[in-house]
């Protein structure tokens, strides 16, 4: 079958390069983005007197029907079209006539397609900020119920020093509100409309493409018809602040997966987010951790596909450009994906805070705490320092840990200390006492909460 595009060649090609030139199987997901848009461009070619209303009603009417048939199930797409413009063009033109084909008029799929991919992310955009919202507070309601749980808080994965488990939480939460605030941001310039540029030069017909953007959601048109048809930024930029998420659900992966071990045990996985193993039927699995974490990997894939493939393009559009579109459904999908699965893991997560308590007592966490101690009592941090690392040391040899010690052992070090360095060692009074903006302590966590819940309800 000859191409709608045949003339300047006959039009006919092989079947292995029709394979290799189709993008149906892929951008057929922009069917409802395309009709929609082609809805909005029959309207203005009407509103300018370019096509009659008696046609724009034909189109119109035509489009609406193709849209509810496919949303109903009652139109397959065709694999054998080269794309889904060409596939909603064939079918109207099928059901209408020739009228159909008046629909191209004042556009090229390259700027259609511009539109229909700004389109499309832009509804997934929003899908992504509701997902990532829902895991901001998901996050929040678990901090809230654990921030009096203290643990211990690393670096190096070394205990470092006291935390709550509460504020470990709230640590991902302020990495989603950056998320969220950088998807907002995306959204702002992906929400330009690139119709009208047409195949790279713009139109010799007086169209509105104001009113067209109007009509579509737009905030605006592209000002450069070159780079209207060219620009693949917005995907860029989209998929890389899904990098970035997958990045953060990831960190938080491999913790749920160590927390989660025999070796830690600060928490149980649900039951529905984990499996066991196919021999050893001890074993409880956190593989939708170990998948959300492996997938990040691919994520960040899908961004160097895309960012390979624009690099050496001139302008303007380049069949390269095809090659867009499976990379950056790929990560939307993904992350979307990701995005409910991490919540589920959170909502379903009971935490083990006696574990997390045992494991704070064992790790001199508070020795931080024992030199401020004396720092308090005039002694230069330096030899606080010096002096709290070698109790330290002292107690491993011995088997003893800083809240137990003799004050008669510290007094060999200091006649400094007195029995009230007990409390100011206490793992609670640690926490406790960390009361500066963003701490660990409960009601700084309480205060971090407040922020987010505010944030999110504007």
Sequence with gaps: MAKMWAGRTGGITE???????????FDSKMYREDITGSIAHAK?????????NSDADALIAGLEGILSDIDNGILDFDPDCEDIHMFVEQVLTERIGDVGK??????????????????????RTDEMIEKATALVNAYTEKAEEYKSAIMPGYTHLQRAQPITFGHHLMAYAMMLL?????LRDCRKRMNVSPIGCCA?????????????????GFDGITLNS??????????????????LIMMHLSRFSEELILWSSWEFKFIELSDSYTTGSSIMPQKKNPDMAELVRGKTGRVYGDLITLLTALKGLPLAYNKDMQEDKECVFDSVETVIMCL?????????????????????QKGFINATDLADYLVKKGMPFRQAYKISGGIVADCIKNGQVLETLP????????????????????????????????????????AQIKYVKEILAK
């Design 102 to 123: 008046k629909l191209h008029t004042a556009r090229s799929r390259n700027d259609q397609v511009a539109l229909d991919l700004r389109m499309y992310l832009r509804s």
């Design 200 to 216: 790279l030069a713009g139109t010799t017909y007086n169209t509105d493409r104001f009113y067209e953007a109007e009509l579509l």
């Design 178 to 182: 950056r998320d969220i605030d950088r």
């Design 407 to 446: 004050l008669s052992e510290y007094k060999k070090y200091s006649d400094v200390f007195e029995e009230d360095l007990y409390n100011e060692i206490d793992l609670k009074t640690c926490v406790e006492k960390r009361i500066s903006v963003g701490g660990t302590s409960v009601a700084s966590v309480e």
């Design 340 to 360: 409910d699965i991490t919540k589920g893991m959170i909502e379903t997560m009971k935490a083990i805070p006696e574990n997390m308590l045992k494991a704070a």
């Design 226 to 243: 070159l780079d209207g048809v060219s620009d693949r930024d917005f995907s860029v930029e989209l998929m890389s602040n899904i990098a």
């Design 15 to 25: 079947k292995l390069a029709d394979d290799f030139n189709s993008s149906i199987r």
């Design 44 to 52: 203005m070619l009407s509103k300018c007197g370019i096509i009659e």
